[in-house]
């Protein structure tokens, strides 16, 4: 006999044998699956772990364990089971509802060596449910050793050397199993460590009809990072294609990394509208020319996020028009569009005038030569900017450190090398900033030292930053931000959260007294390039927001934060790892080294 307190208990079975969840109707059985697959569905194991069916099972028949496995053996397995597999081995009806629901299946990934048992058995669940797919054929380090790009032999015949790599085969196999699915896929993610491979996928994807549904669209070919006046393979450098016959109505998201297309208006007529645009890793002779480059952002207006890393308008700074030509105007080659009697048009506005890019809040800037970004920066009119995250070269910044700054809420430096004498300028001007990201491994202690209020140590006796109350270190011992912490505290502009870098000197007694003096302190593991995923603040695209268990793909209660109903957003699910972000809206945004 119960206890009376524990008669009601909601842990314990009723005391008649019902199972009360099996009362449940369906379709909200199938929606507390959707909701319980949500967080970590973008973190599933790798293919040699995946495991679906019992023995004896299938997908019509009970996925009950065998009555001859031990309780152990059972447990271990459910334990490294995915949350969408795991609630289809409950019960028989439970596996009913399970794949019947095509949102617990709609994140395919081919991820590795074939075979793809996974991938091909999720988008047979899937259905046509929208989709967003990852095809990762990147190699480790051991074995890109083994294999390099100069093994396509491009003095030879032009598919002779491609004859030497087994894995081609393979990336093409995947892209004819995912065409077929092209049509109702919402977010398609291609990376890859050598060349040739992605190209074959851009080949494949070029023969497409369109992708009506798609709405981002990342490439990546990690294999070379570094910057080249021409690309390595010229025999691929034309593209006689063009990307899903151009027509790619919905797209909103672009990466392209290591990763070029035809920049023109005719070869890329989908590169407009867009919210979100990295151009990474180019070839100086790969890179969109300055007219196109300006059309792109020009026919973008809601562009929130940019990202240039060791990529720019083609040409030198010297070859540059005074401002960023309006449509029409011509290109550094003389050529611009056309009217009907094959003249050129009249740009439409002052060509001279900066490029006014209205919804920018966050850009991320890399690796780009002084001369370049001084010349483009003065081009670009950023009235919203309030994220900048910076990594640049070994050069003096000074003269346009301080203009992008006055309206920043969020900034984080990895490198920005400029006189010490500038850095408190640049810090007046930073007063909105509540949030700040420092690599003191890469900065002059100027960056460190004037956020101190003690008037001996900053400039004139100012208490600088007045609103920062968010901070994120690496490389600053304990001792250094005690002092900072209470130096701040002092002068009234206290810091309530801060991050530091577990690699750092930071010994239990500075954890126990930052704990003490802050509303939050931890302690981050930081990467050797400091690096998190890139994304908007907005959300990362590989999560479908569609959970409301009808498998359309909308979402009609309006919940992005743009308060636009008819946009359809794909956020991260998992809001556990903020070890680079911090609260209240405010995402620092660090660029990939």
Not at 362 to 368: D, F, R, S, T
Request: charged share 30%; proline share 7%.
């Amino acid at each position: 006999m119960l206890a009376p307190e524990l008669t009601n208990n909601p842990f314990l079975a009723p005391n008649d044998g019902r199972c009360i969840i099996n009362q449940l109707p369906s379709e909200l059985l199938s929606h507390i699956f959707t909701l319980g697959w949500a967080p970590e569905r973008d973190e599933e194991d790798e293919e040699e772990d995946f495991e679906d069916l019992d023995e004896g099972a299938s997908d019509q028949g009970s996925c009950s364990s065998s009555s001859s496995a031990s309780e152990d053996d059972d447990e271990a397995k459910s334990r490294k089971l995915p949350f969408n597999v795991l609630v289809s081995h409950i019960c028989e009806r439970w596996r009913a509802v399970a794949l019947s629901n095509p949102l617990l299946w709609n994140h395919v990934s081919f991820v590795g060596p074939p075979p793809y048992d996974r991938a091909l058995i999720y988008l047979a669940r899937a259905g046509t449910a929208p989709l967003a797919l990852t095809i990762d054929r990147t190699v480790s380090d051991d074995d890109e050793e083994d294999w390099s790009e100069s093994d396509y032999n491009v003095n030879e015949d032009e598919d002779s050397g491609r004859d030497n790599d087994p894995d081609l085969t393979i990336i093409t196999g995947i892209m004819n199993t995912v065409v077929p699915h092209i049509n109702h896929t919402k977010a398609l993610q291609i990376m890859v460590s050598f060349y040739p491979h992605i190209h074959r996928a851009l080949e494949i994807l070029g023969a497409c009809p369109g992708a009506p549904m798609l709405e981002v669209l990342q490439l990546y070919h990690y294999e070379d990072t570094d910057e080249h006046l021409s690309f390595k393979m010229p025999e691929l450098r034309t593209q006689s294609f063009k990307l899903f016959g151009g027509d790619i109505p919905k797209l909103t998201e672009v990466a392209l990394w290591g990763v070029h297309v035809d920049w023109s208006k005719e070869g890329s007529p989908y590169l407009t509208g867009l919210t979100d645009l990295e151009l990474a890793y180019h070839a100086r002779d790969v890179r969109p020319s300055f007219q196109d480059f300006a059309r792109i952002l020009r026919a973008s207006p809601g562009l929130r996020t940019l990202t240039l890393c060791l990529s720019c308008p083609a040409g030198t700074p010297a070859d540059w028009p005074d401002g960023l030509p309006a449509d029409g105007a011509p290109d550094l080659d003389g050529h611009g569009d056309a009217n009907a009697n094959g003249a050129p048009t009249a740009p439409d506005m002052d060509p001279t005038a900066p490029l006014v890019l209205p919804a920018l809040k966050e850009l991320l800037l890399a690796y780009l030569e002084p001369a370049y970004l001084l010349s483009l920066l003065p081009r670009l009119s950023l009235p919203a900017l309030s994220s900048l995250a910076l990594d640049l070269e070994d050069d003096d910044y000074s003269d346009r450190a301080r203009s992008l700054l006055a309206n920043l809420q969020a900034l984080k430096l990895a490198s920005l090398p400029c006189a010490d004498a500038l850095v408190a300028d640049a810090y007046r001007q930073l007063e909105n900033v509540v949030a700040l990201n420092l690599n003191m491994l890469y900065l002059g202690d100027a960056w460190f030292d004037l956020l101190l209020s003690a008037p001996d140590r900053a400039d004139r006796g100012e208490t600088l930053l007045p609103r920062l109350t968010e901070l994120t270190t690496t490389g600053v011992d304990g001792a250094r931000m005690r002092e900072l912490v209470e130096a701040r505290a002092g002068a009234g502009v206290p810091l309530r959260k801060l991050l530091m870098n577990e690699d750092d000197a930071v010994d239990e007694e500075d954890e126990a007294w930052l704990a003490a003096h802050l509303e939050r302190f931890e302690l981050f593991e930081g990467s050797d390039e400091e690096e998190v995923d890139l994304g908007s603040a907005d959300g990362d695209p590989w999560t479908d927001e569609d959970e409301d268990g009808d498998g359309d793909g909308d979402e009609n209660e309006d919940g992005d934060e743009d308060g636009d109903e008819d946009e359809e957003e794909w956020e991260d699910a998992d809001d556990d790892d903020d070890d680079e972000s911090l609260d209240g809206g405010l995402d620092i945004v660090i660029v990939p080294l």
